[in-house]
């Protein structure tokens, strides 16, 4: 297997074990409960073909599905995101075209870039998740306040993750 692979796969399996162990007991006040796994749809290369970043993203929302016994929330809203990430690059002005050995995160493209980049696939994660689980637009202000608040509570986790492991540049 390549190297490359097998720290995608570590990548993986540490995200959905830290959500599923740690983040899933996080939830201030009903509120906020943060989906830090999304961290490895953020991470993925530039490169990687559309259908490996969906089958990806379903295998990652599946598995946090399984441990936290909802029906597929997490996959769809997770296939939702990978979906739209190719067009949130290009809208947060991505540079045209990657070097190779560019990753998105802090390191490579800056911590601006990063964290619009960051927040706007949070937000359309929340988006979705949000509007899934209360499937009941009367309550459009708690599922407003909800997106928000995790928004922002996932978006200074991630960052903080990110600042973490990341690797310095090399020059």
Known sequence: MNNSYAYLLLRFLVLVAAQVLLVDH??????INPPVYILFILL???QIPGWLLLV?????????DLFSNSTGLHAASTVFVAFMRPAIIKWVG?????EEHLQPG????????FAF????????????LSLLESFFLAEIGLI????????????????IINYL???????
């Open 26 to 31: 996080i939830n201030l006040g009903g509120y």
């Open 44 to 46: 993925l290369p530039f």
């Open 56 to 64: 990806s993203a379903f295998f990652l929302g599946l598995s946090i």
């Open 94 to 98: 991505a540079p045209a075209e990657y």
């Open 106 to 113: 802090i390191a490579d493209m800056g911590f601006r870039w």
């Open 117 to 128: 980049y960051s927040f706007f696939i949070i937000l359309t994660h929340q988006f979705v």
């Open 144 to 159: 407003f306040l909800r997106m928000i608040l995790s928004t922002i509570v996932t978006l200074i986790f991630i960052l």
């Open 165 to 171: 492991f990341m690797r310095e540049k090399k020059r």
